[in-house]
């Protein structure tokens, strides 16, 4: 499967306001992200373990995540996040957070 066959996984956004939002992202066997940058400092949270494949603009990289060990990325990074799987969902929430001096 070329990366022009993969079908964009599902986004659910359960919350979202200035200060933060939380999006709930279900992707089936090969499925995508898609390509994007985060504005915003984030949290990833798995919800299943998962076979993951990142791309970025001069890179592919190959991760395993493990159900309920958490993830910091900072903001800024292009991105896409591949479900690697021939057999298994995954899901995961994504928290990202306005970062303030108004705390």
Do not use: C
């Not at 089936?28 to 504005?39: I, L, R």
């Amino acid at each position: 499967m070329t990366e022009n066959d993969r079908q964009q996984g599902e986004a659910t956004v359960q919350i979202e306001n200035d200060r933060v939002r939380v999006t709930r992202w279900s992707l089936n066997p090969k499925e995508e992200t898609g390509w994007h940058q985060h504005a915003w400092d984030y949290t990833v949270v798995p919800m299943d373990n998962g076979e993951l494949m990142i791309e970025t603009k001069d890179s592919v990289a190959y991760s395993t995540a493990e159900r309920g060990v958490s993830y910091f990325r900072r903001a800024g990074a292009i991105h896409n996040v591949v479900n690697n799987s021939d057999d298994s969902a995954y899901t995961f929430l994504e928290i990202e957070v306005m970062m303030t001096d108004n705390v």
